[in-house]
């Protein structure tokens, strides 16, 4: 396989453009964004990633990456585009049940269109995208059938990586390749043969697709346990942080962690592809997915608790976005706080040492030390280092040192004389 062509230079697919053209290939990279194009053009990367921008300007400088805004012939085409999720109202208009939201292929569908004027006989085209199942044998193929050429190579090979460790896991992870036949799978593998370390694990597609909504969705309940037990922890006078490190001593029990909510453009939208393709035959993921949703407004009411009795409080968001030690607000269950704060009537101080812009709606980004010299109360709702690293000192900046602490990030650190620490899920 010599020459690639990436469709979409997202979290995704730009680094696995970078990775394919510094192990051999001649990569073309393909974004319809002109403001992602330009910054590339630069030697600018429009993602925070560790590692990413030194791997996307080496692959730049050899030549072997070239970034268009179409695609060209080449041997083997990869689609890492965006699969949102299309909101309530619109998915009741398309007929989702009651509430669901439902996949938005729009962006696939363009992608593999874009490829058909470019395909030839003996060609591979991979979907990396996470798409509801029977997308890549019922949506996708079709479309590059129709272009009548012969002997295609289709196949659903799921990304996997982790936000924050997405190179080495691009490496290290084992690979879940399904083919719509066996020869499309045996070609993707030697395709990501040329730098995955990892093992390669060959099925059909379709199962391919469920294998990637499982994993997500596992996490999602997953987390949606834990969150629940948060809300029975407070009613019932317990710390459901020290009951969670206490349960996980048993050998076979792994509780995830309460929050405020649970976000990413993964996890907070994959269950909702399952619930599609089932309606009827998922009650339990769209309740996990309904009990996350649903901890954004809790958080709140712990704000309201707390400064009950304090008069036209001012509350300090710190972290916005959807986890720790990234720049990404997509989905972020910490913005959904800070709407239901404002929309309260609070005034709300926004503070993400990560985050360089952010919509206006949201108010000015403050630095931490003045969120907090202004504030009433700091609300952590995500857990970056810098907001575990604060002091009793840097509390006592504020003018009433009253912590609320979504993520368990200040736990043990912070004594009553200090500031008052009010842990979610903690009944104490
Ligand atoms: N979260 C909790 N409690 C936890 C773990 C996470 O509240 O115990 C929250 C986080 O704060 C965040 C959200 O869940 O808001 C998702 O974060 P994450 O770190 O669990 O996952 P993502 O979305 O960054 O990446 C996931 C990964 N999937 C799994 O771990 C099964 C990644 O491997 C996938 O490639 C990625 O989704 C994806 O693109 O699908």
Redesign the pocket.
């Known amino acids: 396989m010599e020459r690639i062509c990436v469709l979409g230079l997202g ?2 697919g730009l680094p696995t453009a970078a990775m394919l053209a510094t192990h051999g290939h001649e990569v073309l990279g393909v974004d319809v964004s002109r403001q992602v194009l330009d910054r590339l053009h630069n030697g600018e990367v429009h993602i925070h990633e560790a590692g990413l921008r030194s791997l996307v300007r080496a692959a730049l400088k050899s030549g072997h990456l070239r970034i268009a805004e179409g695609p060209e012939p080449a041997d083997a085409f990869i689609i890492a585009v965006p699969t949102p999720i299309v909101r309530e109202e619109q998915a009741l208009a398309e007929g989702a049940p009651q509430g669901s939201p439902v996949a938005d292929l729009s962006y696939v569908i363009s992608a593999a269109e874009a490829i058909v004027p470019h395909l030839q006989p003996g060609n591979l085209v991979i979907l990396e995208s ?1 798409v509801p199942p029977r997308t890549t044998e019922d949506v996708v193929a079709p479309i590059l059938r129709r272009s009548g050429v012969r002997d295609l190579l289709v196949a659903h090979c ?7 460790r997405i190179l080495a ?1 691009l490496v290290g ?1 084992s690979r879940v390749i399904g083919g719509v036949d066996q020869r499309s799978a045996e070609a993707a593998r030697e395709l990501y043969a040329s730098f995955v370390e990892g093992e390669m694990l060959l099925t059909d597609a379709t199962t391919a697709e469920l294998v ?1 909504l499982m ?2 969705t ?3 309940v ?2 949606a346990l ?2 629940e037990f948060a809300l029975v922890a407070e009613r019932v006078g317990v710390d459901v942080w020290e009951a969670i490190d206490l349960a996980n001593r048993h050998p076979r029990v792994k ?14 939208v ?1 269950p909702w592809f399952v619930v599609q393709a089932a309606p009827d035959l998922t009650p339990l993921i769209q309740t996990a997915r309904r009990v ?1 949703d649903g ?1 954004p407004a809790h958080v709140v009411e712990l704000v309201r608790q707390a400064v009950a009795g304090v008069e036209r409080p001012v509350i300090a968001c710190l972290g916005l976005t ?3 030690d ?1 720049d ?1 607000v997509r ?3 910490a913005l959904r706080v800070l709407e239901l704060l404002k929309a309260e009537g609070f005034e709300v101080l926004a503070c993400d040492p990560h985050v360089r812009a952010l919509p206006e709606a949201y108010g000015r980004l403050l630095p931490v030390s003045e969120a907090l010299r202004r504030a009433d109360c700091a609300v952590i709702l ?2 970056h280092a810098e907001f575990r690293a604060l002091s009793p000192e840097d509390l006592r900046l504020m003018r009433r040192p009253l912590v609320i602490d979504s ?1 368990c990030a200040l736990k043990g650190r912070l004594g009553t004389p200090d500031a008052e620490h009010r842990l979610l899920g903690s009944g104490r």
């Open positions: 979290y995704v996470t799921p990304e996997r990586v982790l936000p924050g896991e992870n990637k994993e997500n596992h996490r999602d997953n987390i834990a969150n509780m995830l962690r309460p929050g405020p909510g649970v976000g990413g453009h993964c996890i907070a994959d996350n901890m959807y986890k720790a990234v990404d989905e972020s269950p995500t857990d993520r």
